[in-house]
C-alpha cells in the first residue's frame, strides 16, 4: 500500500505564489515519475506537470514559465511552486505518483487533493 499525504493549497489573490507538496510513504520500491493534475468545477482532470525520476519535466501550456515542479528522491516527495496565480489556475489539485511496489509491480497511485482558489 502506497499513501500520498498533500499539502499547501489555500486562497491566494491573483499575482501570488503558493508551493504544493506531496510525500509517497509505504510499500515502494521505486517511484518512477511523479506529477501534478488539477480538476476545476465541472471540468475533466487535467495535466498540470510531471517529472521523470531522472529530473525531465512536463508541462501545459497553460502553466510554463509560471509553475515549476521538483522533486526530492530521497523524501519520496513531489513539489509544485506556483507563481503569478490566475483566476483560472482555480482547482483541486491531485498529487500522481508512478510507482513499482514492493512486489514489483507498477501502479498509478493518486493524492486525495489539495483545493487552490485564487482570487481576482
Known amino acids: 500500500q502506497v499513501q500520498l499525504v498533500e499539502s499547501g493549497g489555500g486562497l491566494v489573490q491573483a499575482g501570488g505564489s503558493l508551493r504544493l507538496s506531496c510525500a509517497a510513504s509505504?510499500?515502494?520500491?521505486?517511484?518512477?515519475?511523479m506529477g501534478w493534475y488539477r480538476q476545476a468545477p465541472g471540468k475533466q482532470r487535467e495535466l498540470v506537470a510531471t517529472i521523470t525520476s531522472g529530473g525531465s519535466t512536463n508541462y501545459a501550456d497553460s502553466v510554463k514559465g509560471r509553475f515549476t515542479i521538483s522533486r526530492d528522491n530521497a523524501k519520496n516527495t513531489v513539489y509544485l511552486q506556483m507563481n503569478s496565480l490566475k483566476p483560472e489556475d482555480t482547482a483541486v489539485y491531485y498529487c500522481?505518483?508512478?510507482?513499482?511496489?514492493?512486489?514489483?509491480?507498477?501502479?498509478?497511485?493518486w493524492g486525495q487533493g489539495t483545493q487552490v482558489t485564487v482570487s481576482s
Open positions: 500522481w505518483v508512478l510507482a513499482r511496489a514492493l512486489t514489483r509491480a507498477t501502479y498509478d497511485y
Open positions: 509505504g510499500s515502494i520500491f521505486s517511484i518512477n515519475n
